[in-house]
């Protein structure tokens, strides 16, 4: 059975940094592009980053590259998101996603990632 666990969320103040974790089991991790959405209520689930199993390529959304790092340890099964000079308009629930069937291709959209995790609340204060 695949799981996604997240950890890492909480509050920081705008400028401050947050490092997310997504633990994998039951499989998913090799093999599969890792992958973070974020969601606020009303709005819908938005690409942040993803990273490749094989070459560590990755694919970032313009609202935060240069500020935002996608990394993955496979000894781990992990998948850690490094969020630097954060901003308020960060705040949001951050989804870990596996996509297992992309043959390697950094994907962006929510219907390619068929594994989601059960999301951590990042809120950055001004």
């Known amino acids: 059975q695949v799981q996604l666990v997240e950890s890492g969320g909480g509050l920081v103040q705008a400028g401050g940094s947050l490092r997310l974790s997504c633990a994998a089991s039951g499989g998913i991790f090799s093999g599969s592009v890792m992958g973070w959405f974020r969601q606020v209520p009303g709005k819908e689930r938005e690409f942040v980053a993803a990273n490749n199993w094989s070459d560590g390529g990755s694919n970032y959304a313009d609202s935060v590259k240069g500020r935002f790092t996608i990394s993955r340890d496979n000894a781990k099964n992990t998948v850690y998101l490094q969020m630097n000079s954060l901003k308020p308009e960060d705040t949001a629930v951050y989804y870990c996603?596996?996509?297992?069937?992309?043959?390697?291709?950094?994907?962006?959209?929510?219907?390619?990632?068929?594994?989601w995790g059960q999301g951590t609340q990042v809120t950055v204060s001004s």
């Open positions: 996603a596996g996509a297992p069937t992309t043959g390697g291709r950094v994907v962006s959209r929510p219907s390619e990632y068929a594994y």
